[in-house]
């Protein structure tokens, strides 16, 4: 056995005269957030520090994090959201028996282009109207005063709840769902078929060209696959809005890849974990994530970049006016144009509030 005679040895991991790591609770959420569970929390602890932290320590630690997603669940919100993003993940829960839980999440984009995710809710399978009457509505009571575009997969009642909070707010379908959702109408030895059939449809330059691109895919593929045929042309109405508006604004509302980026992170941490005892549970593991999303800031600052060009397109075809409001102008910069100025005449959407003339848009350094 090594021997320190003179006392000059100082361990790495813990220090002399320390029974318990410092961090250790930061150590745990951390661990906790990527899916772990108590049992693998204290194997970790054992293999790499060679310390003993038992379960229920870990427990406590974890518990500490349930006020803080009461108050993170009820912070106040913006005032504008350009987009927002609505999405599920599903999640197992035992509740007297395994059961998938839809747990919604919903991903706003700011005025400066940096992703939010506002809150966090557990769905049961049969959300309707009024379930998500109630999620928007409590948007609302936090802040948030409009929102130009909302992008979906199809939810249902979700259209008719935005609607209702925000009168103007226009409903977007997501376009990778709809196309993943026409896969399952397709043969497998069809689908590059059918997707280079439809891309003509969701990049045409106006309704009309979507409308004569989709006649042409009807007669190529409707004979086979009339539910195909079927579902674009239920979604048509949630499909065409992003057809109106700059290439620029249709990179960023055309798909809810944005979300689905995070949902990929919560996708792996409940798979890691397998299920979870109650939807709490599962909860306070989605939020520990959310906490823990691109601590560098490198992710936020490149979606940042992207985000620009669409948010200077935002300002023309929109034509729209939101309410003069303080605590927007600080968060728009001077070099961020503010969004939905009054340009006059043919505006789809009614003017209201205060209208400044627009600033000359110019480059983010």
């Given amino acids: 056995m090594p021997r320190d005679r003179d006392g000059s040895f100082e361990p790495v991991i813990v220090p002399k005269r320390k029974r318990r790591l410092d961090g250790i609770d930061q150590i745990v959420l951390s661990l906790s957030a990527r899916g772990l569970t108590t049992g693998e929390v204290t194997a970790h602890f054992e293999e790499v520090y060679g310390a003993t ?72 399978g049969a959300e309707g109207a009024r379930f998500w009457l109630q999620v928007f509505s409590e948007l609302k009571n936090r802040g948030v005063e409009d929102v130009l575009i909302a992008v979906c997969d199809g939810l249902k009642g979700l259209p008719e709840a935005i609607t209702t909070t925000w009168e103007r707010t226009v409903v977007q379908q997501c376009i990778v769902h ?32 979507a409308k004569d691109r989709f006649a042409e ?41 944005a979300i689905e980026s995070i949902n990929a992170r919560y996708r792996r941490a409940v798979r890691a974990r397998g299920h979870f005892p109650n939807e709490a549970a599962a909860l306070k593991c989605l939020y520990l994530l959310t906490r823990s999303l691109d601590p560098p800031g490198g992710g936020r600052a490149r979606w940042v970049m992207r985000w620009k060009p669409a948010l200077n397109a935002f300002a023309f075809p929109l034509r729209r006016t939101v ?28 003017v209201r509030g205060y209208s400044q003339p627009m600033p000359s848009p110019s480059r983010s350094r």
């Fill in 323 to 350: 309410r003069e409001n303080h605590s927007l102008m600080k968060t728009a910069g001077p070099h961020t144009p503010f969004i939905g100025q009054s340009l006059g005449g043919g505006s789809r959407w009614p």
């Fill in 217 to 257: 895919f009807a007669q190529q593929w409707g004979e086979k696959y009339p539910a195909i045929v079927q579902l674009w042309e239920s979604s048509w109405a949630e499909f065409v809005p992003f057809l109106e508006y700059d290439v620029e604004i249709r990179r960023v509302i055309c798909t809810t890849n």
């Fill in 178 to 209: 709809l196309i993943r959702n026409s896969f399952r109408y397709a043969g497998r030895q069809h689908r590059d078929g059918i997707v280079k059939a439809l891309k003509p449809v969701y990049t045409a330059p106006s309704e009309q060209a």
């Fill in 53 to 124: 932290v038992s379960k229920d320590t870990i427990s406590r630690i974890t518990e500490k994090v349930a006020g803080e997603l009461a108050e993170w669940s009820a912070r106040p919100l913006d005032p504008l959201y350009p987009v927002i993003f609505v999405d599920a993940i599903v999640v197992k829960v035992r509740d007297g028996q395994v059961r998938n839980t839809p747990f919604y999440v919903v991903m706003g984009v700011t005025t400066n282009g940096e992703r939010e995710i506002p809150g966090i809710w557990a769905g049961d």
